[in-house]
C-alpha cells in the first residue's frame, strides 16, 4: 500500500471509530483542551506577575543606591567629630565623571510644607523635591504624560513642575494637567510632566534645582541617587561612592555613620527569588496540568484498545499488519489530541484577552500576557504527552496475539 | 496473484512453485507440535500433527472442547505459529514466518468466517467486506465492486447499505462469508459458523458452504457437530492433541457415523 493512501485510510477509520463514540470523543477532546488551556492562562499570568512585580521593582528604586549625609562618629572634642555632614550641590555638577562605576548621579533637595493648587482644586500639604536633569535616568520611573525638565529650564531655572501622579489627580481631577499652572508657595510654575514615582511622598511636586535655589537655601543637598552599571559590584561601587563623597564633604570615607547607604539590592534580589519561586510554581502547575490532559487521552484510549481486542483480533485475522494496527491507534489518539490542543490553545488565549489586566491596586495592574513563547512552550509540552499518550496504547494494541484477541469477550 | 473464485478443482499452477515440496498439497502439516508455558510445565496443545488437504476439500475438523482443535485452526488460519514442525501453505513454507509477513497471508491465502461473525457493528455489509481489500491495499474503486461481487455471489447484495443490527444471523453470516471470500483466497477457514444460528438459518449457511466448495473453493470447517461435520467430504478428529481418525466420504448428504474406526492420518 503506498503511504499516502495507507495513512488516509488509518485517518479515515480513526475518524469513523472516534465518531461512534461521540460523547467520549467530545468529552476527552474537552478535558485535554481545559489541560492545555489552563495551563496557558496560568503561564500567562506569571508572566504577567513577573513583569509587574518588575515594574514595582524598578519604581521602588531597583538597581540605585540612595546616599543622604549623617553625622560624622567622632570621640569627644576631636576636630570634626559629631558633625554634621554636608554636600554642597555645585560640588555634586559633574561627579559621574569621578565615579566610573556608575551610569548616572543625581543629587535632590527636599523641602516640607506648603499647599499646592491649581486654578480650582488644592492640597494643603504638598512637599517640593528640588531635582536636576539627571534625576529621571537615574531613577527611571514612569512617565504618565507630558516630558521630563529640559535641560534649559533646568539651567535657567524656569518656573516648571513635573507632578507626582496622586498630585496631578488632585489638583488635576478631570486630567489635562500639561500646560496648566500649579501654585506652590505663592509662585506659579507650569507644568510640563506628570512621572509615578513611588519611592517619594506621592503628592510630591518636582521643580528644576536652580528655580528652588531661588526660593530657598538649597546650597547643601539632601540626598543623591545613584545608579551603578549593570553587572558592577554594589560593593565596591558603594566603596567608590563613599570614597569620592568623603572627599567632598571632608570626613573620612571609612566613617559608617557619615553617609546613610540605603541600598535595596539585597531587598530586590529577596523579592526577585519570590517571583521566580512563585512562577515555577505556576508553571509547575501548568505542567501538571498538561501531563493530567495528556494522561487522560492516554487513559482513554489504552480503555479503547482494551475493550476493541476482539476487533483488532478480527482486523488482524483480515489480514491488518501490526503496523496499520498501530497506526490506526496513533492515528485516533493524535486526532483527539491535537483537536483538543487547538482548542485548548484558542480558549486560552481568548481568556487571557478577556481577563487582559486585572487592576491589583491603584497603581498596578497585572497583565494577562500570553506571549507566544510560552504558548510554544505548551504546545512543545503538548506534543511530548500526546506522543506518551498516543504510543503507549498503539503498542499495545499491535501487540495484541491475533488468535488470543480474536477469542477474547 | 491468488486464486480465482471459481478455479477448477485441481491443476491450480502456484501449488506447483515455490521450493522443492514432496506433495503439491494445498495445505502440508509435519510433525506439528505447539506448547503452550503454563505454570511450571507447558501444555502441549498439539503433537506431532500430519495433515495434507488438497485444493478443492471440504474437510470438517472435529473434536470436544480442550482437544486441540482451536489450536490446530490458528496454526491452520496462520494465527499462530506452531512451536515445531513445518506448515507449508501452497508450497510456502509459513511456520517460521513474522507477525506482518503471517498478517499478508492471512489477507491473501486465507478467508475466515466466525461463529459470531465478528462483523464491525457501526460499518455497513458493503464497508465490513471491504475491509480485507483495504489492507490488501487495493483502491476505493476497485473496492466497491469487488464487495458488491462478492455480496452478490452470497445473496445479500440487497442489504449492501446495512450495519449488522439491521440484519438476521443468516445474513450476517452471509456477509461475514463475503468479506471471507473477497480476497479470493485459497481456502475458507470457517470456525463453527452454524454455532449461533438457528436451525433454518444454519442449514441456508452450510448449503452455501456446500455451493462454494461445488464451485472450486478449499472449504475447513471447525465444529463439534456431527450433522454440521457430516455436509463435508472428509471428517478429521482430533482428541489430545493430535488427530485419531480421518474419514472420507462419497456423498456428502449422509449422516456422519460415529469414529469407530480411527485411520492412520495421511501424510
Redesign the interface.
Known sequence: ??PL??LR?CFR?AL??LG?RPLRSVLSVLSFSLGIATSVVLVALGEGVRAGVKDILSTLGEGQIIVTPGRTTGIGGQRRAGRPVRIRYEDTEGLAAHLPSFQGVASYFDMRGGGASSYRYSIPWSPVRAVDREYFNVRQVGMVEGRWISDVEEEEGRWVAVLNEALAKVVFPEGGAIGQWIEWRGRRMTVVGVIRDEAVFPYTLFLPYRTVMEMADARYITGLIARPIPGESWARATRELQRVLGGLGGFDPNDANALEIEDNSAFTSRVEAVTTALHALVVGIAGVSLLLGGLGVANLMVIAVTERT??IG???????????IFCQILCESLTVLSVGGLLGIAAGWTTCVALGSIRVSATYTAHARFDPASAALSLLGLALVAALASIIPARRAAAL???EA??WE | MSAPLNTARRGDPESGRGPAVSSDALIDLRGIDKLYAMGERGVKALSGVDLAIELGEFVAIMGPSGSGK?TLM?VL?C??NPSSGTYRLAGRDVSRLS??E???V???EIG?V?QSF?L?A??TAQENVE??L????A?ARERRTRAQAALESVGVLDRSQHRPSELSGGQRQRVAIA?ALV?KPKMLLADEPTGNLDSASAEEILALFEKLHAQGNTVLLVTHDPEVAARAERILHIKDGRIVSDERRAAPAERAPPPSSPLEPES
Not at chain 1, 478480527?314 to 496499520?324: D, V
Not at chain 2, 483495504?134 to 491495499?137: E, F, M, Q, R
Open positions: 500500500m503506498k493512501a495507507f485510510e477509520m469513523q471509530d461512534s476482539r476487533e478480527l482486523r488482524k485475522a483480515l489480514g491488518a499488519a501490526p503496523g496499520s496475539p491475533a488468535a480474536l477469542r | 482451536s490458528n488460519g494465527l499462530d507477525e506482518r503471517l498478517a499478508r492471512r489477507n491473501r475466515f466466525f465478528n464491525l457501526r460499518a475491509l480485507p483495504v489492507y490488501a491495499g483502491g468479506r480476497t
